[in-house]
């Protein structure tokens, strides 16, 4: 587990795409060896870490997803620059 406080915009929104590939991944795993007690360790903990990423994400930039958003936050999607303008995505 890393810590997600001392991460910059950039390296949190690289541990985010590398949880959620871990999340999916072990999804598709689970699929087929639904018995398998390790396997669904390793997506529960996975998926909380993502869980706790995307929030500290939308906290501190703005949410990615429809389940981040606030009643506090607004639409920062449209208002920062677009990823061909220089932005995130």
Known sequence: MRSNMNMNR???LDWI???SFAVTEMSLYLDTHS???DAMAIFEHYKEERKKALALYSA???PLTLDTVTENNHWYWA???WPWEGGYC
């Open 10 to 12: 950039s390296q949190l």
């Open 17 to 19: 795409n590398q949880v």
């Open 35 to 37: 018995d398998d007690e």
């Open 60 to 62: 501190n930039y703005s």
């Open 79 to 81: 208002t920062d620059p």
